[in-house]
């Protein structure tokens, strides 16, 4: 079955470490998408990319970076680790028919990260 | 800025009571999106709602949309313990792509 995956699904790393997290999509979606879960704000959106070699910033893209080489993968890399990044990272991915997003999103199982 | 709220953000009520959760949004969008997540998952889509006066039911959860109202509930019917969880709301206003923002989402307790 289709699926997307994350990794690692928890990681403590400390200020100012680099980290890069893993999300792989096996449905072929064209569209992926990184979010930060936080109490008290919700899901925000980090970066997107509608395809390979597309990126664009959501909301608090600061501090996070993606590439997208490969239709399958979207990893999101914290330059510099912030307290402040402490969060749950979910990354999604939708399709597009004819340019026309018409899907939903669907989410991987999350990456809880915690930065000391 | 797009805004989306959700209320209410807290919900106790009695197993086989009715409720509704509403959303509301500040933009333009024709494009509503409802999810559950349990405690410590993910996201599950429940509802994709893409036209004014979409509805659509699944169980006991019925999702509608009202676009010049801004506007989206999500009524719940004879409400079960298993429908316990945080029902979230996302406006897509990108007309060119896809771009949600979420509401801050519903916290919702049935009890026995």
């Known amino acids: 079955d289709a699926e997307i995956t994350q990794s690692p699904r928890h990681k403590i790393t400390e200020t100012g470490r680099q980290v890069t997290l893993a999300c792989h999509q096996t449905w072929n979606h064209n569209n992926m998408f990184w979010y930060r879960q936080d109490l008290g704000h919700g899901l925000r959106l980090i970066h997107y990319s509608y395809g390979v070699q597309d990126t664009n910033k959501g909301e608090v893209s600061d501090g996070y970076s993606v590439s997208r080489s490969n239709t399958e993968d979207l990893p999101l890399t914290l330059e510099s680790a912030a307290s402040s990044q402490t969060s749950v990272y979910f990354c999604a991915s939708s399709d597009s028919l004819a340019g026309v997003i018409t899907d939903t999103q669907y989410f991987g199982p999350g990456t809880r990260l915690t930065v000391l | 800025e797009l805004k989306v709220e959700q209320n209410p953000l807290f919900l106790s009520m009695q197993e086989g009571k009715n409720y509704t959760i509403y959303c509301n949004y500040s933009t333009t969008s024709d494009r509503l999106y409802w999810y559950r997540q349990d405690p410590g998952k993910s996201l599950e889509s429940l509802f994709v709602?893409?036209?004014?006066?979409a509805v659509k039911q699944e169980g006991r959860l019925m999702a509608s949309l009202d676009t010049k109202a801004r506007l989206s509930t999500l009524h719940i019917t004879a409400a079960v313990h298993d429908l316990s969880a945080t029902y979230f709301c996302?406006?897509?206003?990108?007309?060119?792509?896809?771009?949600?923002?979420f509401g801050p989402g519903t916290r919702l307790s049935v009890l026995p």
């Open positions: 996302a406006v897509d206003w990108d007309n060119y792509g896809q771009n949600f923002v």
């Open positions: 709602l893409l036209s004014n006066g």
